[in-house]
């Protein structure tokens, strides 16, 4: 007898939604049954029974990823969140750190987050910031990758919908994450951004620690 893997079934009925709809017509029995499954695999993820961890005890800030057997420069992944989703406030450049979350084909997901940091003395500044988990399609043109798309949820009471409309299900809990695990990851990709904004304005090392500022979510 299978023990019940909600991750599993997770998985099998994300690659059964791929297919298109199922008519109960064809199977109502099978239907249900989905059905059924699908809100406990669900409800499972939702409270943390499935055996997956939804964070690392370290966090991967801008590896290297794969696509169609190409390696993504994470520049260039960077490039495409900033050109596609940052805003500046105060004339400095945005610029962004992401950890991965999950990848499916050629669409790679991603939590990015974007700082515009300035300095000020012997100080790092803070302008407008963005931290959001995003969805990037890439293309491969003769062994060439191509960032071509992006997705972000939409703001408010359309997050959550938009999150499960654009991410695959097994990637939700990654970003429904619990505070501590959110504070991890944004803690990792805060400090990459603030040490390579310290070396690149050219200030002293101690200019990077990141001061209690305002949430960039």
């Avoid at 800030?61 to 390696?71: H, I, K, N, Q, S």
């Avoid at 940052?86 to 962004?96: E, K, L, N, Y």
């Avoid at 191509?146 to 695959?168: K, M």
Wanted: hydrophobic share 40%.
């Amino acid at each position: 007898m299978r023990h019940p893997d909600p991750l599993h079934d997770a998985q099998r009925l994300q690659e059964i939604a791929d297919l298109g709809p199922l008519s109960p017509e064809v199977d109502p029995i099978l239907s249900r049954t989905l059905r059924g499954r699908a809100a406990a695999a669900l409800a499972a993820l939702s409270t943390g029974a499935a055996c997956a961890p939804t964070g690392p005890a370290t966090v991967p800030v801008d590896p290297p990823l794969t696509v169609a057997g190409v390696v993504v420069p994470p520049d260039s992944l960077n490039a495409y969140v900033v050109t596609h989703a940052g805003f500046t406030s105060r004339g400095g450049r945005m610029r962004c750190a992401y950890t991965p979350l999950g990848q499916r084909g050629e669409r790679v997901f991603l939590w990015a987050l974007c700082l515009e940091l300035l300095s000020d003395g012997d100080s790092l500044v803070g302008g407008s910031g963005l931290s959001a988990p995003v969805a990037l399609t890439v293309r491969s043109d003769g062994g060439v990758p191509r960032v071509v798309a992006l997705e972000r949820p939409r703001d408010g009471d359309e997050y959550g919908p938009s999150v499960r409309r654009i991410f695959p299900i097994t990637i939700w809990p990654r970003i429904f994450a619990k505070p501590a695990v959110d504070n991890v990851r944004a803690r990792a990709l805060e400090g990459a951004l603030r040490r390579a904004a310290a070396v690149r304005l050219g200030l002293p090392p101690d200019a990077a620690r990141a001061p209690d500022g305002p949430d960039t979510r």
